[in-house]
């Protein structure tokens, strides 16, 4: 049953209803699936460790937590006003201005596919290596990333909740096995159990930038609560709520579990360690001593650490095609919706042909190339996970401008706190983590110095924005009833629902 695009939302049978089946445990699993815990200690905070030679990438993560807290407080306050799928794309539009919130649109669209399909290449190269390793068969990266995209098209296209409990099971697994390795390093310190990776001189040294801009990434996720706001059964409350446990419980995990892996190493010998062994480090750890199966399982759980994240990416990417096809910023069969589970059905399918092919053109273009092996993880994994976290990390410096805009225009019952000072701090603290991204940029793609790659990256994530703006002027001309409708999800033209029928 197909509904004219034209039709004003309503209450009508055709009006899209979205199924609210999310809680803030649900929502909250959803957010920190995607920061991946277990992928972030064994493969991020090593190579911070390695890359940088900085010992005080536990207190980074402590800073950064309370950075993007300090951020979460507009955000979550303009979540209780906005409830649409395409939360920054509606913040900014209404908040800022509609062009603006189309070229954030686009900004985000390209920056969750980049995170998304970037990661592919490090599941790719891990599970080829898992399977070569236990059953000695040399199986090329490319056909597990395949197989593993089809798994989350089928999750993606069904409901959501299903999502979150296969999220809720594996995220609680992988906080349970780094919980026994953070027990066992802290038991175990060579050289006994130091603050210094906690304290601002380790910290503060040459190289802080590129700590900071290593650890952003780690947090990248907890900003994608909004999304669901239309699919939480409160989403007034539910979407604060899961923002701030997230921000939390990430900020003091990663910092606790970071400062064990450099006690449990010795803070003077981690950097070397990391840059020989990699993630490797832990695992070779859990082996030596707590035994062969807390190994093997964290290796297992490394991998599917991998594909909750991958799940919760392809999510947020989907329900953006969803809130700009509901809206006709982007085609209106990007707005179909599955009438049974309310899953954005087109949207997910758009993100799982994108997985599709530039896993193709990689593959195609790795054929044959010295870096052997590794090939997906220094080129698709290192190249698009740091090129979207960069987007990510614009798109919150732009919603803290839009939380100032939105509050100015409509005081509601905020204080100065929450409509000015904090989203202006937020403003200030996340454009300096941006600034250091761009300028550590060449170090995250684990380059010496610039070269062209250094400046393509981040033109993938601004000119889309650009385009975006140009976009919205040109609808403003000549589709005008559009244009209106930007940035206010239900309030505009009512999704379709194309292919219902396939239900």
């Not at 069904?158 to 995220?171: E, I």
């Not at 239309?230 to 007034?236: L, N």
């Not at 140009?470 to 379709?496: C, D, M, Q, S, T």
Request: with cysteine; glycine share 12%; charged share 10%.
């Amino acid at each position: 049953m197909s509904v004219s695009a034209g039709k004003v939302a309503g209450k009508s049978e055709h009006t899209v209803h979205h199924h609210r089946r999310l809680g803030v445990p649900a929502v909250t699993f959803m957010i920190i699936a995607a920061s991946a815990p277990l992928t972030v200690l064994a493969g991020g905070v090593t190579t911070t460790f390695a890359v940088t030679g900085v010992t005080g990438v536990p207190l980074s993560f402590l800073l950064l937590g309370g950075t993007l807290a300090v951020f979460a407080v507009g955000y979550a306050a303009m979540s209780r006003h906005l409830v649409n799928a395409g939360a920054f794309y509606s913040y900014v539009a209404q908040g800022i201005s509609r062009p603006v919130g189309v070229g954030a649109s686009m900004v985000a669209l390209m920056a969750y596919n980049l995170m998304q399909v970037g990661i592919y290449g490090l599941f790719g190269f891990s599970v080829s290596g898992l399977i070569n390793e236990r059953f000695g068969v040399a199986l090329p990266w490319w056909i597990p990333v395949l197989t593993c995209i089809a798994v989350v098209a089928v999750l993606g296209v069904n409901r959501v909740d299903l999502s979150a409990k296969v999220l809720g099971v594996l995220v609680g697994l992988e906080f349970l096995v780094v919980t026994v390795y953070d027990v066992a390093s802290f038991a175990l310190a060579p050289e006994g159990v130091s603050g210094a990776p906690l304290s601002p001189e380790s910290l503060f040294v040459p190289g802080v930038g590129a700590v900071l801009s290593f650890g952003i990434a780690a947090f990248m996720g907890f900003e994608s609560a909004a999304i669901y706001g239309e699919e939480s059964k409160d989403p007034k409350h539910t979407v604060a709520r899961a923002t701030y446990t997230a921000i939390t419980i990430i900020a003091l995990f990663y910092a606790v579990s970071a400062w064990a892996m450099a006690v449990g190493t010795g803070p003077s010998a981690v950097a070397d360690a990391s840059a020989k062994q990699g993630p490797d480090l832990m695992f070779g750890f859990l082996g030596a001593h707590t035994g062969v199966l807390i190994a093997d399982l964290a290796r297992l759980l490394f991998v599917t650490s991998l594909f909750a994240a991958l799940v919760s990416f392809h999510n947020a990417a989907a329900r953006y095609f969803f809130s700009l096809g509901r809206e006709g910023v982007l085609p209106r069969k990007l707005g179909a919706v599955r009438r049974h589970s309310g899953a954005p059905y087109a949207g997910s399918l758009a993100q799982t042909a994108i997985a599709v092919v530039v896993t193709a053109a990689f593959a195609i273009a790795g054929t044959g190339s010295p870096l052997g092996d590794l090939y997906p993880v220094l080129t698709m994994f290192t190249w698009l996970t740091n090129d979207g976290a960069m987007g990510l990390v614009l798109l919150m410096t732009v919603v803290s401008l839009a939380v100032i805009g939105f509050f100015r225009k409509d005081k509601r019952d905020t204080g100065i706190w929450t409509s000015l000072i904090a989203p202006g701090l937020g403003f200030l603290l996340l454009a300096a983590v941006f600034v250091m991204i761009a300028l550590n940029f060449n170090v995250l793609l684990g380059q010496e110095g610039n070269n062209p790659l250094t400046f393509i990256l981040p033109a993938a994530i601004v000119v889309p924005g650009l385009a975006g703006v140009a976009w919205a002027f040109r609808l403003k001309r000549n589709r005008p009833e559009v244009y209106r409708r930007i940035g206010h999800g239900e309030e505009g033209p009512a999704a379709v629902h194309l292919g219902d029928e396939e239900d």
